[in-house]
């Protein structure tokens, strides 16, 4: 049996690991902590677990493995700070950090302990996602030339933030807005399938005020260090993401349209990107259920590397520099 702790139940994916956790077999929830007590009472009766005022008891238990930190994004380090030094496996819902500097130190303080870690960036595994990765490193798309990923839903515009979720529309506690919320998870996608950025820049916007100055729209565009343009758009606004990935090289196409995607290569027979490519590898299991399998024992699951995650809190803070000041900006390379 695998025990861990929630740490934070803040973020708005919370309801969703805490039933995740609570159907496992092989899991138990022991222990929440939340500076919010009603809200640490509710996860722990949805967990069946105990709730502790103090994270201490946490990081002192030797039968807790690992904990899931859902917390608001300004609470990230010192929380991974404490589950280091406490030599618990972490799993910290995206984004890592704030931004470079916090996210650096965290990369910095997992790797040093030597733990596992995983974040929340599910899109890696979606079959039509996988399928696209496979033909880049096979080549099959020739060398890539442009890439976009879209990822956008309504949530300014149905109120998702208005009480119970209100930090997340808040820079000041969540590091980013609109954009970086959702963007993130495009960004991820994008760096997966084409590597490192080297500078970067954006526009926002602010549409409805709804949440005061919080953006709630954006259009990223930054270069990769194999020359590849790439674009990236993330809003709270739209009614609808119609085209989320679209991957470019000068040996064919990949798209995702309408949840369908649509492949052409000249190295692959019948890739005529004409109807919908259905010869997909099988999903993998979502992040956290990867993380609870390395955590019990699983050998060579892809989790996401904190180094990785740490790097894509510095491409979108160059994203959000270059929207403030209308300029490129080259993302940091560490936090010092």
Not at 91 to 106: H, I, N, Q, T
Not at 263 to 287: I, N, Q, R
Not at 290 to 297: K, P, S, T
Request: net charge positive.
């Amino acid at each position: 049996m695998i025990q861990v702790a929630f740490v934070g139940c803040a973020h708005i994916h919370t309801p969703g690991y805490a039933k995740r956790v609570a159907e496992r077999r092989d899991v138990q929830a022991k222990f929440v902590w939340d500076p919010d007590p009603a809200r640490a009472k509710q996860r722990a009766t949805e967990l069946h677990a105990m709730v502790v005022r103090s994270r201490a008891t946490i990081w002192a238990d030797p039968e807790i493995a690992a904990v899931i930190v859902c917390s608001e994004t300004n609470r990230h380090l010192r929380l991974v700070k404490e589950g280091a030094a406490a030599r618990k496996h972490l799993f910290v819902e995206k984004p890592l950090g704030l931004g470079s500097r916090d996210a650096y130190a965290m990369a910095d303080l997992i790797e040093q302990a030597g733990i596992l870690y995983q974040t929340g960036y599910g899109m890696r595994s979606d079959p039509k996602h996988l399928f696209v990765k496979q033909q880049v490193e096979a080549g099959n798309l020739g060398r890539l030339t442009r890439l976009r990923a879209s990822v956008c839903h309504n949530g300014s515009l149905g109120g998702w933030f208005d009480t119970e979720w209100r930090w997340m529309a808040d820079p000041r506690i969540a590091g980013v807005g609109a954009f970086g919320d959702l963007g993130t998870h495009g960004l991820d996608l994008l760096m997966w399938l084409a590597g490192d950025v080297v500078r970067a820049t954006a526009e926002l916007e602010v549409v409805t005020r709804r949440y005061g100055e919080c953006d709630e729209t954006g259009e990223g565009l930054f270069k990769f260090a194999s020359g590849a343009i790439g674009t990236l758009a993330a809003a709270w606004v739209d009614v609808a993401n119609p085209v989320s990935l679209l991957v470019s090289g000068t040996e064919g196409h990949a798209a995702v349209v309408g949840g369908k995607l649509y492949f052409h290569s000249s190295k692959v027979p019948g890739a005529d990107g004409k109807e919908p490519w259905t010869a997909l590898p099988p999903a993998l299991p979502s992040p956290l259920d990867m993380f609870l399998n390395a955590v019990g024992g699983a050998a060579g699951l892809p989790l996401v590397g904190v180094r990785e995650a740490a790097r894509r809190s510095a491409v979108m803070e160059a994203m959000y520099k270059g929207a403030k000041s209308h300029r490129w900006i080259a993302p940091r390379q560490s936090g010092g």
